[in-house]
């Protein structure tokens, strides 16, 4: 499956973001999705996962609270709603799509969309 994603920019601590992440392909209600994150750095490292029906959603503690994930399977996309933004926040957000494996790994996922900037300013 491919994926693209979009949404990021620079937003002012407090502020909010939805990202989006689109993908192509008829099968995408059979990925688990996740979106991750890296900042300058540092290691990538996992944001939110989401179950294939979208019943079930994790959050990194860092996150829990602030961060909504959700997906829309008529749509073929994903989304990260991104609440009470703070500084430590900024880093280029990637989605990405897996069939098995662990949620919370990198490794896991077999497909990353591009990646999106959100720049949070204080």
């Given at each position: 499956?491919?994926l693209q994603?979009s949404g ?18 008829r099968?995408f209600?059979s ?11 540092k290691?990538?490292?996992?944001v939110?996962?989401?179950?294939l029906?979208?019943?079930n959603k994790?959050?990194a503690?860092?996150v829990?609270?602030?961060f909504?994930?959700s997906?829309d399977n ?23 799509a897996?069939t098995?494996g662990?949620m919370?790994s990198?490794?896991?996922y077999?497909s990353?969309?591009?990646g999106?900037l ?5």
């Open positions: 499956v491919q994603a990021g920019g620079l937003v002012q601590a407090g502020g909010f973001l939805r990202l989006s992440c689109a993908a192509a392909g099968t209600s990925y688990a999705m996740g979106w991750f994150r890296q900042a300058p750095g290691e990538r490292e996992f939110s996962g989401i179950s029906s979208g019943g994790f959050y503690d860092s829990t609270g602030r909504t994930m997906r008529d749509k073929n996309t994903v989304y990260l709603q991104m609440n009470s933004l703070k500084p430590e926040d900024t880093a280029v957000y990637y989605c990405a897996r098995g662990s919370w990198a490794l896991s077999e990353w969309g591009q999106t959100v720049t949070v300013s204080s």
